[in-house]
């Protein structure tokens, strides 16, 4: 039963059904079409189990009290005919203004919101919240394999006057997580729900791979909610003639506390299951290492030339999509000819895309330790590529190296991650490197000053002439290539980024530097 000039929404749903290929409204005599057909669809996972639902909704208005039976309405899916059943009500005539009548005919939109926010007299307010406040959770896979990315997110849809805090974030157990959203900087948004506008809020959106196989479990987020309400009896004060204002002053906190009805309430999404499937074990490569997705390998060297007292710069990067978390440097078979050190790894992903999406570089930095032709061997790499469900491995090419005879060179250029020579050392080692100079000359020179004069150390004479002693050297020694550069050991470390290393050995080139000139053939010895 109804009043005269009141609203009625009538949702017309198709659940679990295939395609809907048309639908055909019932007749509406009798009524006048506010609003409609407004159609939403949408599809809910819950514990393992996928719902689906299509809906058609129309906002009509009786013209006359009386009975009314609304049928006729049908829908085609999959080809065939369903007829809706037969809608019956009866309208009274309004003896004065009804709750939720205003009184401008475009307000229809304004009355179908702010109807939520009255509360009348016996009627259940839980259930009115249940129906207008919760929390929606949306995947968009319930079936994957280990390290296969499942894009998961939980929001707020509320059509009530409320305030509302996340108590407890939903947690993952189970999973690498990636969070793809800030919900602080989100804003809110408006999404028809089974005919209904909703304010919708994000609580967390988030990228998830799991790392073990078996039924995984997203748990639950929840929410604290303090939820307004005005009663019928204040929305009625005065025969219901300040209704709309009042309403949009109760939206908007300027309403006075008499009249409000508040209610605490406590909140919580339902659990979702995810199924995740072992990665097979039949035709596993041997260099899997638990890369998931598609991708793609290629090896680039900064110079093919490299002197022995030199080094170069080999990159292995890897593109594509998917697991980039999981992915470590792929093995490279060395030959016994170079040195190679620890890679530095760099990362250029974008992770608020599902799969993640960009590279990842491993550079390797090599010394020759003999002249001649190199070749680095081809670097495999293998993945498992959810789509074809099968694994894939790819190489990259060969790279060759042409080492030649060292040469003499000052300390002007290192070879940097980015492949590039990087012309001296920042003002700040400059100045330290001034420093250091200049404290070790003084310390020297004092102390040459202070040795004794005996037969076995150099005599300053009255001409300002040094008497220098010849110091013998042992030819029969090999001197190794590597060292015709005094500051070889101290390039080195600058190389390897070893500061502490870097210093002491410059600290000790300077010191036989400076032996060496005061007492050549001397060396200094830690």
């Known amino acids: 039963v109804v009043l005269q000039d009141e609203v009625l929404r009538l949702q017309f749903s198709i659940e679990n059904a295939g395609e809907v290929q048309q639908f055909v409204p019932p007749s509406f005599k009798g009524c006048k079409v506010i609003e409609g057909p407004l159609h939403s669809s949408g599809t809910s996972v819950v514990n393992g189990a996928v719902h689906s639902h299509v809906s058609f909704v129309y906002i009509i208005q009786p013209e006359a009290p009386g009975d009314y039976s609304l049928s006729g309405g049908s829908a085609k899916i999959d080809n065939r005919r369903f007829v809706f059943n037969t809608i019956r009500f009866k309208v009274k005539e309004a003896k004065h203004n009804n709750l939720y009548s205003f009184q401008r005919s475009n307000d229809v939109r304004e009355q179908d919101q702010y109807s939520d926010y009255i509360i009348r007299k016996g009627e259940d307010i839980r259930h009115k919240i249940r129906q207008n406040l919760f929390i929606k959770v949306d995947v968009n896979k319930d079936h994957c394999y280990e390290g296969e990315p499942v894009v998961a997110t939980y929001k707020l849809y509320t059509r009530l006057r409320s305030e509302s805090k996340v108590c407890r974030n939903p947690s993952f157990n189970g999973f690498s997580v990636y969070d793809i959203a800030d919900p602080s900087s989100a804003h809110s948004t408006i999404e028809a729900l089974n005919g209904k506008n909703f304010n919708v809020y994000l609580i967390r959106k988030a990228q998830l791979f799991p790392l073990q196989s078996g039924v995984l479990e997203l748990d639950p987020a929840e929410v604290e909610n303090s939820i307004s309400f005005l009663s019928a009896e204040k929305a009625m004060k005065d025969g219901g003639a300040h209704l709309p204002e ?25 659990p979702v299951a995810i199924t995740v499937k072992e990665l097979p074990l039949h035709d596993r490569p041997e260099s899997f290492d638990g890369a998931v997705g598609d991708f ?48 530095e790894i760099r990362e250029n992903v974008l992770k608020t895309i599902a799969p993640m999406r960009g590279y990842k570089t491993f550079a390797y930095t090599v010394m020759p330790k003999q002249t001649g032709t190199i070749n680095i061997p081809a670097v495999e790499f293998s993945y498992f590529d959810p789509k074809d469900n099968r694994y894939k491995t790819t190489l990259t090419n060969a790279v060759s190296i042409h080492a030649v005879p060292a040469v003499q060179q000052d300390i002007s250029g290192v070879v940097t991650e980015y492949g590039a020579a990087e012309r001296g050392i920042s003002r700040i080692w400059v ?96």
């Open 246 to 270: 009042l309403l949009r002053s109760f939206e908007s906190d300027d309403a006075a506390n008499d009249g409000i009805i508040t209610e605490n309430v406590h909140i919580k999404s339902n």
């Open 431 to 526: 100045a330290a490197f001034a420093v250091v100079l200049l404290g070790l000359l003084a310390f020297f020179l004092t102390r040459y000053i202070r040795f004794p004069v005996n037969n076995n150390t150099p005599v300053l004479k009255d001409t300002g002439k040094v008497v220098e002693e010849a110091a013998s050297v042992n030819q029969g020694e090999p001197q190794h290539h590597f060292f015709s550069n005094p500051l070889y050991q101290a390039r080195l470390m600058l190389i390897q980024r070893n500061v502490p290393g870097f210093y002491a050995e410059l600290g000790r080139a300077l010191r036989n530097y400076i032996i060496e000139k005061l007492h050549p053939g001397s060396t200094w010895h830690d």
């Open 296 to 343: 793609s390998i290629e090896a680039t060297i900064d110079k093919s030339e490299v002197a022995l007292n030199d080094m170069a710069l080999l990159r292995i990067i890897v593109k594509g999509e998917g697991n980039f978390g999981v992915i470590n440097a792929p093995p490279v078979q060395w030959p016994e000819e170079v040195e190679a050190y620890e890679p």
